[in-house]
T-cell receptor, first 111, second 114 residues
């Protein structure tokens, strides 16, 4: 069935380090792919998305490229900040109004 | 700029008690959703309402009921709470059923069942 696999956290980095959070998916066809972010005490919010193969989504310095061949959508940022500390969810649009979410990766950035 | 509003934010219940989580959105969205978030399991869809007057089961509907009261409001009811329903519940909305991926979430309701 449809599923998302994310790298397990927590991930702890120093400020200005390079970030990669891996995400792979199992789905029928080529669904739209998303990264959501959840800051402490808040609901999730859409960070970026890509709707077709080879598309690159970007926002707030984060990027992710839709890789059809490897069914992946890895999240990257060149230089993280303390304010990026949050939980990140990879997701895709499945059928029947469902978005399938991964289990989330907690990111902590040290000053 | 309220967006999606959930109440209550925190609730403690005893096994067997009932309660209703309320959700309202002011963005004129057609579709609304209830998710639960559990450690290590991400978000799982409980029920959704593609449009006013319709509701459908998600991945984990057992033990829950929903009501789409009008276009703005979508409530989730636990008739007889169980400890397995201890979780954080999120309401979300989107413009329409053929969503582009942007769900708008409330701040969550943390429920503990003793």
């Amino acid at each position: 069935g449809d599923s998302v696999t994310q790298m397990e956290g927590p991930v702890t980095l120093s400020e200005e380090a390079f970030l990669t959070i891996n995400c792979t998916y199992t789905a029928t066809g080529y669904p739209s792919l998303f990264w959501y972010v959840q800051y402490p005490g808040e609901g999730l919010q859409l960070l970026l998305k890509a709707t077709k193969a080879d598309d690159k989504g970007s926002n707030k310095g984060f990027e992710a490229t839709y890789r059809k061949e490897t069914t992946s959508f890895h999240l990257e940022k060149g230089s993280v900040q303390v304010s990026d500390s949050a939980v990140y969810f990879c997701a895709f649009y499945s059928s029947a109004s469902k978005i399938i979410f991964g289990s989330g990766t907690r990111l902590s950035i040290r000053p | 700029n309220a967006g999606v509003t959930q109440t209550p934010k925190f609730q403690v219940l005893k096994t067997g008690q009932s309660m209703t989580l309320q959700c309202a959105q002011d963005m004129n969205h057609n579709s609304m959703y209830w998710y639960r978030q559990d450690p290590g399991m991400g978000l799982r869809l409980i029920y959704y309402s593609a449009s006013e007057g319709t509701t459908d089961k998600g991945e984990v509907p057992n033990g829950y009921n929903v009501s789409r009261l009008n276009k703005r409001e979508f409530s989730l009811r636990l008739e007889s709470a169980a400890p397995s329903q201890t979780s954080v519940y999120f309401c979300a909305s989107s413009l329409d059923r053929a969503i582009t991926g942007e769900l708008f979430f409330g701040e969550g309701s943390r429920l503990t069942v003793l």
